[in-house]
């Protein structure tokens, strides 16, 4: 059985699910416990939700998503795919730079396109570059490493064409003090993903306290037909492709307006926290992960700017966590690293940018980010 590739796009704009509310209607003081809430479900597929069934848990409705399917490859050699490759997601070390790279795609009827130019940095760090490339359906593909880099690696992923796999996903809209979001299960993250052969979790979870927030982007495709899929292909070249056991970002949003939820947080139903309010650490700016919430806006906005239904939805998603954590989202902060005890001079609110050299999140999204620090204290 095949879920057709508009499913779960529809799926994730239809029902807007999650486990817990942030606080309570008013401010909370920061380091205040959170108290996980439920909200009933105002979206148009309420009334027709069924009851869990066949040991599904209570609250939650049964529904199917395709199984992620994925071949990893290492180095330039053509890499052919058992499925239609709907992104080809890269890996490498020694440099940022994509100068001298390119990737050329085989078709289904095994026809080779032309090469193409690798564009962008991918949101990638100090070590090297990261790119998740759309390959439509290809058969296969073919590599030029960027120059000076070091061990290229690439997976073939294909998030829509594949079995039926079904989720236990909530059935009542959740919400983060009223900004709706979809939860992990609600866009199909697999959660098999965060877990080594043995059983045991790739990256197990570790919470500090609260002290900046960051902005970037993913520089994939805009105008994304099915930013779900996108979010599952994400999902596959961080936990897998990096080996960080999860997706990057504490929250992503497309440009639609829909916020995802990110890294896996626990069970206690607040996303990106813990019960007594502190910061999962995920894995989005290295060496400054602890203590740093970042928030991804699926896209390129290196020459244009988020849509107003993202910069809407960005800015109602940070007031709440600002606010919540009573910082000032105009302010000059120094972070401090709570494991090793480095340092970094930064906005509040800052880029990708503020922390090391990087285009992310784009230089037109960077330029509004003194914008969003304005509305967000307004």
């Avoid at 439509?136 to 070091?150: F, I, Q």
């Avoid at 090391?356 to 967000?376: H, I, K, N, Q, W």
Wanted: glycine residues 12%; aromatic residues 6%; proline residues 6%.
């Amino acid at each position: 059985m095949t879920v057709p590739p508009t499913s779960s796009s529809h799926r994730a704009r239809s029902r807007v699910t999650r486990r817990g509310l942030i606080g309570a209607a008013g401010a909370v003081a920061a380091g205040a416990a959170l108290t996980p809430v439920v909200m009933a479900n105002t979206g148009s597929d309420s009334a027709d939700a069924e009851p869990a069934t066949n040991g599904d848990p209570a609250g939650t409705t049964p529904e199917n998503f395709p199984k992620t399917r994925a071949k990893a490859a290492t180095g330039e050699a053509p890499v052919e795919a058992a499925f239609p490759i709907g992104y080809v997601g890269l890996r490498w070390a020694g440099t940022r730079e994509t100068t001298g790279g390119g990737i050329r795609l085989t078709d289904a009827d095994g026809g080779t396109g032309a090469w193409k130019s690798l564009t962008g940095d991918g949101c990638s760090d100090s070590n090297g570059g990261a790119l998740l490339i759309p390959a439509d359906k290809a058969s296969g593909y073919e590599l030029k490493a960027p120059d000076g880099a070091t061990g290229l690696r690439s997976m073939a992923i294909d998030t829509t064409q594949g079995p039926a796999r079904k989720v236990a996903v909530p059935t009542d809209t959740t919400r983060v003090r009223g900004v709706a979001y979809l939860s992990r299960a609600a866009w199909g993250a697999d959660e098999s993903l965060r877990f080594k052969a043995d059983g045991t979790e790739n990256t197990p979870t570790a919470y500090y306290p609260f002290q900046t927030l960051t902005v970037h982007h993913t520089a994939t495709v805009n105008d994304d037909p099915d930013p779900a899929a996108t979010m599952r292909a994400i999902y596959q070249l961080h936990a897998i492709t990096n080996d960080w056991g999860d997706i990057g970002y504490h929250f992503l949003i497309d440009e639609a307006g829909t916020i995802y939820e990110g890294r896996y947080s626990g069970d206690d139903g607040i996303p990106a926290h813990d019960a007594d309010g502190k910061l999962v650490t995920a894995f989005h700016a290295a060496g400054f992960n602890s203590g740093n919430l970042g928030i991804a806006l699926l896209g390129t906005l290196v020459d244009q700017g988020p849509t107003d239904a993202a910069r809407q939805a960005l800015t109602r998603l940070v007031r709440v966590l600002t606010r919540f954590h009573g910082v000032d989202p105009k302010a000059q902060v120094t972070y401090t690293n709570p494991v090793n005890g480095t340092t970094k001079d930064v906005p509040e609110i800052s880029g990708h940018r503020d922390w090391m050299s990087t285009e992310c999140p784009g230089a037109v999204m960077y330029g509004e980010l003194a914008t969003l620090r304005d509305a967000v204290a307004g």
